[in-house]
């Protein structure tokens, strides 16, 4: 081969291999909505995730505000104007929740060069500490997503996919740095030898899909999918 040949191609192999990671790590991140699990039996039933949450009294508001996934956190004053510019929080944030007496931060953010791992983290209100990653040894693996926040506040309540591909409900307190979390629905469902692809697993329930679809109603948590209501009671 003609060495000039050669080199041309070196180069352009090399330019295009920069262009890939550019693509990949820099400029491109995928549709927050789609880093969801999604059950690996092709069901359409999957978790979401929000990108932005407003506290119950209005004063901190929280946003994902471009595709990198930069989590900004204001404050707003009495009269509903903005005490100061907004803090950047994190990168590569994909869902964020406030806890409903104001005093949480909770969001799930992608770990860096891996599009399939992620993390949750807590951080106080107003933001005067560093945030905590949330049971740090339970997300190596699997896929997870918060649902929604307990109305003491003490809880977080999120969904996680096992390496069989079954979403469930977890839960797992917030000022407790120990705390390990709890399996909540799905325990021992498994797909057997005569389960068909595309189909539910005997005994699955599956997580909300919405969150305007749940309520909490005294110790419960109730949801419903496709028309079907479900609930699950949260341990104090």
């Known amino acids: 081969m003609n060495i000039k040949i050669f080199i041309v191609i070196v180069i352009l192999a090399f330019i295009v291999l920069i262009g890939y990671a550019y693509y990949n790590f820099t400029i491109w991140s995928p549709n927050p909505k789609d880093l969801s699990p999604v059950r690996s039996d092709g069901a359409t ?20 505000d ?41 969001y799930m ?56 591909g079954i979403t469930a409900l977890w839960i797992v307190e917030l000022d407790d740095p120990d705390s390990i979390s709890i399996q ?18 005997a005994g699955f329930v599956p997580p909300p899909v919405d969150r305007d679809s749940i309520m909490f109603d005294g110790s419960l948590m109730r949801w419903s999918v496709k028309g079907v209501e479900y609930s699950v009671e949260i341990p104090n």
Do not use: C
């Open 66 to 106: 471009d595709q990198q996934g930069h989590l900004n956190v204001q404050h707003f004053g009495t009269t509903g104007a903005p005490d100061g510019p907004p803090t950047r929080v994190a990168t590569r944030v994909v869902s964020v929740l406030i806890s409903p007496d104001n005093t949480k931060l909770v």
């Open 184 to 201: 909540l629905t799905n325990r021992g469902v498994r797909k057997t030898s005569d389960w068909i692809p595309g189909t539910d697993p």
């Open 45 to 64: 039933d999957r978790l979401w995730n929000e990108l932005s949450a407003t506290s119950s009294n209005g004063t901190w508001r929280a946003s994902v």
């Open 109 to 164: 953010s992608r770990r860096e060069n891996d599009f399939t791992s992620f993390d949750m983290f807590v951080s106080p209100l107003p933001l005067n500490s560093s945030p905590r990653v949330i049971d740090y040894s339970r997300f190596r693996s699997g896929s997870i997503s918060p649902v929604a926040i307990s109305p003491d506040s003490r809880s977080l309540i999120f969904g996680k996919s096992n390496e069989f």
